[in-house]
């Protein structure tokens, strides 16, 4: 990979930050944008904007075109059987909303379970627990052990006839672990339950198939793979999708309305309801084919290798604390540095320039269970570097040595 021609296609990595280049390591929060995406939402507005699926005039049928299109990109990213399959939202969150929502209408009772893991973003935790209030449905959560790897004998032991949906995260957003879950659909399977995976930190990071995985519910958001934000994706597979009630009542989700009875639209329109971001569909399709341009896998070793060499040098850093040490992990570091509050250290670190996340991550739940408030978390994408890298073990040594 030729990350400096990469980085060229980055106008925001040419900032300056008090006076210093930028170095982004937020991309766990949200992705920087290349200009073929965010030339392709302006060329857009400009020159295509009409809403879709309405009009019989020229620009309308183009904007529906350039709108299915991406449906089809999405497809084919992911390797969904149909496009039918393929349900837009405006991210992870509201795609986990969606089908808990859904779901819980269709299949779920008091007195039925839902599994998640320890490791959970809350977008992944709330909306069941909603559902649980409404419903009377609980939540059994699968532990971690210490290195931050889910245990696989705990998860099985979860399973009762009781429990209706698995919902697990590919790669946690705190510890970078990447959880074996063709296996956990496997198992969830072996019960004749579904299972969701939340693919918002695996996407931009590695080759997600959902047939190989054989997951029944997939999500991600697009402003985490280098696309706009505002857009995001429910897969599902259509024998389940046909079964679940529509999600929001509107325009488009309709066949017929009348006062007495209304009959609802083929999939996926059934789930969407009113005027879709048309434009920033579009946005996700440039993003996915920058990427597959790129490709998925060459992305994934480079970060590999970018992540191996962050670990080994922040190792180097006397009282560093490293959180996470599955033998299978990402892009993502969460840390602490000997007593410093994590919130001194991401400002400090923010006046050289350099972008990190401090807090809970959204894990409030997994924060408890490692006994912490909060951590730093750096995490790459594919335009970082490792002279980057250098500059964030410089800063954090010159943070250290201020405070010491
Ligand atoms: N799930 C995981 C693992 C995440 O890291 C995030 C965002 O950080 C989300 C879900 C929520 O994504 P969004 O805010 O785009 O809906």
Excluded at 88 to 102: D, K, Q, V
Excluded at 246 to 267: A, C, D, R, W
Excluded at 356 to 383: D, K, N, W
Aim: some cysteine; glycine content about 8%.
């Amino acid at each position: 990979m030729d990350i400096q021609r990469i980085r060229e296609d980055f106008p925001i990595l040419n900032r300056t930050i008090y006076g210093k280049p930028l170095i982004y390591f937020d991309n766990g929060a949200t992705t920087q944008k290349p200009r073929v995406v965010v030339d392709s939402l302006v060329n857009e507005y400009y020159s295509v904007n009409a809403n879709v699926h309405r009009g019989v005039h020229y620009l309308s049928q183009q904007a529906t075109e350039l709108h299915e299109a991406s449906r089809e990109t999405v497809r084919q990213f992911i390797n969904a059987q149909s496009t039918n399959e393929i349900v837009f939202t405006r991210g992870t969150t509201e795609s986990i909303n969606l089908l808990a929502s859904t779901f819980g209408e269709a299949f779920m009772k008091e007195g039925d379970e839902v599994i998640v893991s320890v490791m959970e973003h809350h977008s992944n935790i709330v909306p069941w627990q909603l559902l649980a209030n409404r419903k009377g449905i609980s939540i059994k959560v699968i532990p971690m052990n210490d290195c931050g790897e889910l245990m696989l004998d705990e998860y099985k032991k979860l399973f009762s006839n009781r429990t209706k949906i698995v919902s697990i995260v590919q790669v946690s957003n705190v510890l970078g672990t990447v959880n074996p879950v063709k296996e956990m659909i496997r198992i969830a399977h072996a019960h004749g339950v579904p299972c969701l995976i939340d693919a918002a930190q695996s996407i931009p990071h590695m080759k997600v198939d959902v047939q190989e995985l054989d997951a029944d519910f997939l999500v991600f958001s697009g402003h985490k793979i280098y696309g706009p934000t505002g857009i995001g994706v429910l897969f599902g597979k259509e024998e389940w999708l046909d079964k679940l009630p529509p999600y929001q009542g509107g325009g488009e989700m309709i066949q017929h309305v009348s006062f007495e009875k209304t009959t609802f639209n083929e999939l996926p329109f059934k789930f969407e309801a009113g005027t879709p971001d048309y434009i920033g569909t579009t946005g996700l399709a440039k993003a996915l084919d920058y990427v597959s341009n790129i490709g998925i896998e060459q992305i994934a070793n480079y970060e590999q290798e970018l992540t191996e060499y962050a670990l080994k040098r922040l190792y180097e850093i006397p009282d560093m604390h490293i959180f996470g040490k599955a033998a299978d992990r990402g892009s993502v570091i969460s840390f602490q540095v000997g007593n410093i509050h994590h919130f001194d250290l991401g400002t400090l670190l923010d006046r050289l320039g350099i972008a990190v996340r401090t807090g809970h991550h959204c894990a409030q739940p997994l924060m408890q269970r490692l006994g912490i408030e909060g951590t730093v978390r750096a995490s790459f994408g594919l335009y970082n570097t490792k002279e980057e890298v250098d500059q964030l073990i410089m800063g954090i040594e010159r943070i250290r040595n201020m405070f010491n």
